[in-house]
């Protein structure tokens, strides 16, 4: 008899084990199930596609890559022959909330959109977004952040936060900081004048408005502008020069430029560069042409005209400004040396008859002034 008990109680156990095999069996299917569910909906939430678009070059094909690629940069995305992209960072995330801003660098005059993203596009009441800490405006249904021209100035850390629908009261989700770093499109213009801002009088001058746009920018185009003493010399275009096929010395004063963008949305003047031109060297003579002399009113004794100037200095070895650079007298030094005591003489003939006239004027009126005094 207690073999036959110890036979059943054997028995039973050996049922128990087996159906708590087959629960455990069956529990472990339906996680099977369930993680493979989990995590078919997690891929699918988290699709993307990445294209790469270009032409389709094969060692087959007649597909050539340019050759103006000069930049150290440009150069070190080519290898045998093959053109490669930019490589760009992809960031998967497992929150509920995240802010999804631009992949590309973002630069001056560039617009920014940024969204606020929830998981599986559920939906969102109480948006707000943030830019170092503070908020940006009030909350909202709005998942979008947009600012249609951004400068240096709205770089930052930016977060948004928002609130899930659901049938009850909601649940609060805050996203994480994402660093936007708005860079500089092209940095002021220098106005540099070439051959110097001091030129010679009747040579040429141009004045060069140099800046330069970064690697990711280099088919954009800048418009420049240049201006003298508050005054527009020449209005936008493509040349980044200024002409000036004679200088003379009205073109002295104070210079800059401007740089911008076809679309003004960008644009920098440069630090003002005083230009001052020098004259000639040596200036024409001056020429005087004598009045013709006057004879004395009768009546009043001549006056003895004024003697002429003792001769010039003669030139010697030890005066050297009236020598040349290499040691010799200089002709056309005392040709104008003789004409400017000639001009001297001749002036101070007239001034002995200016003189003359004066006297014999005062002589005239003086007998006309006593008979009026006498009536």
Known sequence: ????????????????TMKLGCVLMAWAL????????TSQMLLAASFETLQCEGPV????????????????????????????SEPFHLIV??????????????????????????WQDWPLTQVTFYRDGSALGPPGPNREFSIAVVQEADSGH???????????????????VVDITVQELFPAPILR?????????????????????????????????????????????LSSEFQIPTASEDHSGSYW?????????????????????QGPSGSAPLTLNPAPQKSAAPGTAPEEAPGP???????????????????????HLYHQMGLLLKHMQDVRVLLGHLLMELRELSGHRKPGTTKATAE
């Open 93 to 118: 995330s497992y929150d509920w909330l995240i802010l999804q801003g631009p992949a590309k660098p973002v630069f001056e005059g560039d617009p920014l959109v940024l969204r606020c993203q929830a």
């Open 158 to 176: 930016y977060h948004c936060s928002g609130i899930f629908q659901s049938p009850g009261p909601g649940s609060p989700e805050t996203a994480s």
């Open 309 to 331: 100037l003792p001769p010039p200095p003669t030139p010697s070895s030890e005066d050297p400004g009236f020598s040349s650079p290499l040691g010799m007298p200089d002709p």
């Open 193 to 237: 004048a070439i051959p110097s801002a001091e030129p010679q009088a009747g040579g040429p001058m141009t004045l060069s408005c140099q800046t330069k746009l970064p690697l990711q920018r280099s088919a954009a185009r800048l418009l420049f502008s240049f201006y003298k003493d508050g005054r527009t010399v020449q209005s936008r275009g």
């Open 30 to 37: 339906y996680l099977s199930l369930g993680v493979l569910w």
């Open 57 to 84: 070059c094969t060692e087959e094909s007649s597909c050539h890559v340019e050759d103006d690629l000069t930049d150290a940069r440009e150069a070190g995305f080519q290898v045998k022959g093959y053109t490669f």
């Open 1 to 16: 008899t207690l073999k036959k008990i110890i036979v059943g109680i054997a028995g039973d156990l050996n049922t128990v």
């Open 257 to 277: 430029c401007e740089a911008a963008t076809e679309d003004n949305q960008v644009w920098k003047q440069s630090p003002q560069l005083e230009i001052r031109v």
